[in-house]
């Protein structure tokens, strides 16, 4: 349930802090007094889209927040609420603040969440009702999913839709392979040249610049033999070679080590530079002796370099992007190669999965059609307690084609008159009947609804006083094992409840604010009275207001 809210610069709203309480709950005031921008507040707080003409000053931050005491049942039921909760905690806290800045921080339990993670723990604890949510009554599309919560029919749901999701997979094969076969000749034709000409050379990133290095080599043979002959003079030469100059150098060396046998270390990296200077000058004599490429060597790796390059003009820019057409071409020709066997495996796939899936259609079907007897005289029953005296109800279930949800087409029919047949609910219903077809819906779905707060925000427009009385009850007998809050203008309707407050607006220093009370009971009946005959309570309307009280308490 929901203990607080608290709603700071957000329309008419300076600074509000709103206390609820267990079971039934009714909020009343004069028309534009606020009640709804309350109901607005919570539905943003709760994830939906914020204008900022909705934010009351634009030099302070919005703040919204809602304070939520959850049942170990509801925890236990939704994963995602474990996630903000201790094993101790059943007080989630949402808060949402738009900033200065632009900025929107959203947080649970302190907590940084996104808009959508926002939309999802606001879908498991509350479901709201608005003069527009009764529309949603007369989609035709919003009908199935309504049969399907009372149905208890989600694991197969999901067997079949993982099913069906395969079946279109195989269908968009299966039309690829249709459009290849017109053209499948010509294009097996133009890949089979791709990969032959694809298949000249090893593509390999590794050989392709190990052949590139060894062109190099071989076409600058000339300069790397003088560059070669030249060091090892300098190294070589018995004159003015570097062997000479370190063998002059170790006389020296020694006359030094004679005098400061300190200096002896410098004799040992002497050594170290002779036997470097040493095998360098046999590593050079070596690499000069097999500077001698044969030509028709030569010639091949220049005709493998060229072909590695006139690939990459064709099929890179680089050799990896080579390697990737060549990847692509095979899996093509393997593709356009078996494209009567694939044919052939994909068409009994699919009459496998089309028996699968119309068996698990099939009882699905079942499970809708025994629900839909149900739901027919739970909704007669309660339309009738709800001022339809003659109504018959019926939930219609058609066979269709395969899809998503299985091959029912559902829609509810309504006849709330005498002697007239059963229609479309969208054609036949008015606003006040949708509103008394959604309460009844609420009732039948009940027990297969898990979200702990029901809100309705004037579900009373179109209804009668006598009307508001059975209204009234209904939303009291939904009470029963989960918070309702209600926005109604009706008496009859806010007797019914556990808490009344009163929304009340008011100009204090040239703008006007919004406050809300909670009323005792002589309020109470003070506001009743005044629900009933006008701003101003009379002595008859104050004693049917205490009598309606008394009545509806009972």
Known sequence: M????????????????????????????????GKSIIIEALRICLGARMNSSQIRDSTRPCVLEVVFDLSTEIMERNNLLKDFLSKEETSLIVSRVYTLDGKNKIKINGLTVTVAQLKKIGSILIDLHGPCDHQMLL??????????????????????????????????QLREIHRNTQSRERELDMISYQIKELSQVDLNQEKYSDYLGEQTRRNNIGELCQYASELTSLLGDD???LEES??????????????????????????????????????LNEYARNLNFDSGQTAQINKTCDIYNSLSRKYGPEIKDVITFFDQAQQRHDFLINLEHSDKEIRKEKVQLEEELNRVAEQISKKRFKVAKSLKNIIEKELLELGFSKVLFDCKIEKTAFKNDGYDDVEFYISPNPGESLKPLASIVSSGESARVM????????????????????IDAQIGGRLGTVTGLKLKELSWGRQVIVITHLPQIASFADIHYKVIKQVNSGRTVVSVLRLTESNRVKELAQ??????????????AKDMLSQAQR
């Open 2 to 33: 929901i203990n607080s809210i608290t709603i700071r610069n957000f329309g008419l709203i300076d600074d509000l802090s709103l206390e609820l309480g267990a079971g039934f709950n009714a909020l009343s005031g004069e028309t534009g007094a």
């Open 139 to 172: 989609l035709k599309e919003s009908h199935i999913g309504m049969l399907d919560r009372l149905s208890g029919i989600n694991d197969l749901l999901t067997l079949y839709r993982g099913n069906f999701d395969r079946l279109s997979e195989l269908n968009c």
């Open 239 to 241: 004159n003015i070679g």
């Open 246 to 283: 370190i063998r002059k150098a170790f006389i020296l060396m020694n006359k030094l080590n004679h005098i400061d046998t300190t200096t002896n270390d410098f004799a040992q990296d002497l050594n170290l530079i002779q036997e470097t200077s040493s095998q360098l000058l046999f590593k």
């Open 439 to 458: 309460m009844a819906l609420k009732k039948a779905l009940v027990k297969a609804d898990p979200v702990p707060v029901l809100i309705f925000d004037e």
């Open 531 to 544: 629900m009933m005959s006008g701003s101003q309570e009379t002595k008859i309307s104050l004693s049917h």
